[in-house]
């Protein structure tokens, strides 16, 4: 109990804080208060679905206690989703790196391109 304890005052202090309640999660889990961990990984998805650690375990802790599917399926998938989205939203944000002879030749297009623009304005 006092493990418990400990780990919820992080989210009495701010409740946005995925970490506190992924790790109010796993100490729920080891005091085999299994549906107030899932509500905890779940929570902590929603909060931040980019750090998909939560998701995970909340998919083992599913996996090793098929019961709880009953009452978290739709909460279960709904995580999935989110995380997915998440991953895509941050591959598509992610700049695009080009390294070696391909960067060299998009460097030598952006200057003769910027040269002849100049030109262009010249003449």
Do not use: Y
């Not at 978290?72 to 080009?98: G, I, M, Q, S, W």
């Amino acid at each position: 109990m006092v493990l418990v304890s400990c780990a919820s005052q992080p989210i009495e202090i701010d409740g946005q804080r995925h970490n506190a309640f992924k790790n109010l999660g796993i100490a729920l889990e080891g005091q085999n208060q299994f549906a107030e961990a899932v509500r905890c990984f779940v929570t902590a998805t929603k909060v931040n679905a980019s750090d998909r650690r939560a998701n995970d375990l909340l998919e083992k802790l599913l996996t090793d206690h098929p019961e709880l599917r009953i009452e978290f399926d739709t909460d279960a998938e709904l995580c999935r989703k989110a995380v997915e989205f998440a991953a895509n939203e941050r591959a598509r944000a992610a700049p695009v790196v080009h390294r070696g002879w391909r960067k060299q030749l998009i460097l030598v297009r952006l200057k003769l391109e910027a040269f002849f623009s100049r030109l262009r304005r010249v003449g």
